[in-house]
């Protein structure tokens, strides 16, 4: 005769166990991807000509922007370390990093324009000059003698 008891608490542990393996196989394998992925904008961003480029009074308008809708996430000084940036899944970009900065203004317009996760899409806020005013701005921060 055989021992169904035995067999069944068997099958249970085996199956929790296999249960625990795939969940924490889909957390490390899930996040790993989720860090490893790079936000990258098409190819056709880097053409697009900033039209505000070293145009001090589009600065100046950038980073009274930033400072309303910009800082809480990306800090003060664009170091993504605003006080939001805690509660969020991923880590705003530091804008003073050589990441950023050696992207082209094109690239960072379309990111403002068209957000991604928790970063929020501005192309229906804001007019295509505050967009530019922002890349202006980040190109500030990015530039420690250029800082107020």
């Known amino acids: 005769m055989i021992d ?3 067999s069944t608490k068997f099958i249970t542990q085996r199956s929790i166990a296999a249960g625990i393996i795939l969940v924490g196989f889909f957390v490390l394998t899930g996040s790993q991807v989720y ?3 790079r ?3 098409p190819p056709e961003a ?7 480029r070293d145009n001090t009074k589009a600065t ?9 809708l910009c800082w ?3 800090g003060k000084a664009g170091n993504g370390d605003g006080p939001a940036a805690v509660a969020l899944q991923v880590t705003p970009s530091d804008y003073t990093a050589e990441e950023v900065q050696s992207q082209s203004d094109g690239a960072l317009y379309w990111k403002i324009s068209t957000g991604r996760g928790e970063m929020v899409a501005y192309q229906s ?3 295509d000059d505050q967009r530019w005013m ?3 701005y980040i190109r500030k921060l990015g530039d420690p003698e250029n800082m107020p």
């Open 39 to 41: 936000w990258v904008a």
């Open 4 to 6: 169904r008891t035995n």
């Open 72 to 74: 809480t996430c990306h």
């Open 60 to 68: 100046e308008k950038g980073a009274k922007i930033y400072m309303k």
């Open 35 to 37: 860090q490893d992925t």
């Open 46 to 52: 880097d053409s697009y000509e900033n039209p505000l």
């Open 134 to 136: 922002l890349v202006n």
């Open 125 to 127: 806020s804001l007019t």
